[in-house]
């Protein structure tokens, strides 16, 4: 079946300017994830959402930072009036379950931001 | 906070050699989870190992948890040179944590 899949790859913004990062999660996966991850550094969590539960928001960096899960399925990353520090790639992932599970990720976006 | 941490940050061997890398992590967990990352972009999940299992294995890889020292190691045995990539060990003490990354490179 289908991976996980995000959009859009590559993406370059202006600072100041805000982004959407798309992520579409293994079908069923009630489990979702957000992590961010410097050049060369590793994964830093941002979100999770569990099901209908509200989600952990404990590592978002900045109240620049929000995302959302719509149906239980897709979800949006959104990055407010983006800064040269935020230039990352942008990770999702999905389990079946809960937190501690296999996670299944998806091939990043890699954000510039000039 | 970060949980784990591995060691080294950097292996370079020859491809038939085989490849230790450790991670060490500070609170309890329920599993321990290695994965792999080849440039830059997505994780392949490799290896799951629960705390009440000690050792397991898949392929040519190899995994060891010692709760009692709060460390695990991955080996991967006979390397190649598609072996390449970096590895990430997580640990789930509820979420997944993860760490910093051993960067191998497997020379033919």
């Known amino acids: 079946g289908a991976g996980v899949s995000q959009s859009p790859s590559n993406k370059v913004t202006e600072k100041g300017k805000d982004v959407e990062l798309r992520c579409d999660p293994i079908?069923?996966?009630?489990?979702l994830y957000w992590y961010r991850q410097s050049l060369g550094q590793g994964l830093e969590f941002l979100i999770y959402?569990?099901?209908?539960?509200?989600?952990?928001k404990s590592g978002l960096p900045s109240d620049r930072f929000s995302a959302e899960r719509t149906g239980g399925s897709v979800s949006t990353l959104t990055i407010q009036r983006t800064q040269q520090e935020d230039s990352a790639v942008y990770l999702c992932?999905?389990?079946?379950?809960?937190?501690?599970?296999?996670?299944?990720f998806g091939p990043g976006t890699r954000l510039t931001v000039t | 906070s970060q949980q784990g941490e591995e060691d080294p940050q950097a292996l370079s061997i020859q491809e038939g050699e085989n490849a230790t890398m450790n991670c060490s992590y500070k609170?309890?967990?329920?599993?321990l989870q290695w994965y792999r990352q080849n440039s830059g972009r997505g994780l392949v999940h490799l290896i799951l190992?629960?705390?009440?299992?000690r050792e397991k294995h898949s392929g040519r890889l190899r995994v060891t948890l010692d709760t009692s020292k709060k460390s695990s190691s991955l080996l991967i045995t006979a390397s190649r040179a598609a072996d390449t990539a970096s590895y990430f060990c997580?640990?789930?003490?509820?979420?997944?944590?993860f760490g910093k990354g051993t960067k191998l490179s497997v020379k033919p």
């Open positions: 609170t309890s967990i329920n599993n």
């Open positions: 959402f569990q099901g209908n539960s509200a989600p952990d």
């Open positions: 190992i629960r705390s009440n299992e």
């Open positions: 079908s069923g996966h009630t489990a």
């Open positions: 992932a999905s389990s079946s379950f809960s937190g501690g599970d296999e996670q299944y």
């Open positions: 997580a640990t789930d003490g509820g979420n997944l944590i």
